[in-house]
């Protein structure tokens, strides 16, 4: 199964035009949103925490690995035309053919929610250093405008659905399927033998390990005749009518 670093902004001073908490909070909270949809479709993740920062966060994900480094950002237009600014900008490394690819996913998606879609592009960094420096594919997604109302207050207003596109996007990107979370709940196998957990909803794909009978698993989401499990370690798909 795919495996993201998340790293929601560590920038506390950033503050929101209307006066409700920092960029460092609402992508925080963004990042919380995101969770059911990550465990529901199988997505693993690690996180970053608000006491790093943006290298101590690429720093952390290069010692591991990982199929996907998201950075999740809001912008702000700065000196002289503070407030004057909306759109969300999806950035990826010039050379990197999957970070590009992920970018136009997750703008085409989210040009389904916001209000003004023709302001959601993608755009080449070399600056950037959670995209620069990362060894994985890397998006950095600026959110909008921090600085702009209109902006701030959609990002606000607008959270579960922003990371719901924002999973939905990662299914997108690694051909998955997307599947919409329940409160997760313990299940026991029941099977002769042992139960294989797969990287995809089919008898075809690779077995990420083996279950045994009378094991419990955690049950995240259901996409057709398939459950989304954890079993110790490993996530995967499960054959449902071989867990109560």
């Known amino acids: ?5 998340l790293s929601p902004s560590t920038q506390e001073n950033n503050a929101y035009v209307t006066g409700s908490g920092s960029e460092e909070y609402w992508m925080n909270r963004l990042a919380d949103a995101m969770i059911p949809y990550l465990n529901s479709c199988g997505i693993q993740y690690t996180r970053n ?7 101590s966060s690429i720093r952390l994900a290069n010692q591991g690995w990982y199929d996907f480094y998201l950075a999740l950002h809001s912008n702000a237009a700065g000196e002289g035309n503070y407030g ?27 040009r389904e929610i916001y209000p003004l879609p023709d302001k959601v592009v993608t755009r080449s960094t070399t600056t950037l250093g959670e995209v620069r420096d990362s060894k994985f594919p890397a998006n950095l997604l600026e959110l909008g405008y921090h600085d702009n109302y209109e902006d701030a207050r ?3 207003g607008n959270i579960p659905e922003i990371a719901r596109n924002l999973v939905l996007s990662l299914t997108d990107y690694f051909d998955i399927p997307f599947i919409w979370p329940t409160t997760p709940w313990e299940g026991t196998v029941q099977v002769s033998g042992t139960l294989n957990l797969r990287s995809r909803p089919s008898t075809n794909a690779s077995v990420v390990t083996s279950i045994p009978n009378g094991a419990e698993v955690r049950i995240y989401g259901r996409y057709e005749d398939w459950y989304v499990v954890r079993y110790g370690d490993y996530v995967g798909y499960a054959a449902a009518q071989y867990i109560v």
């Open 1 to 5: 199964m795919p495996s993201i670093f």
């Open 84 to 110: 004057g600014v909306r759109g969300i900008i999806a950035f990826y490394y010039p050379s990197s053919t999957q970070g590009q690819r992920a970018a136009q996913i997750f703008v085409n998606n989210l």
């Open 154 to 156: 959609w990002i606000e």
């Open 49 to 55: 925490t608000p006491d790093m920062t943006a290298g």
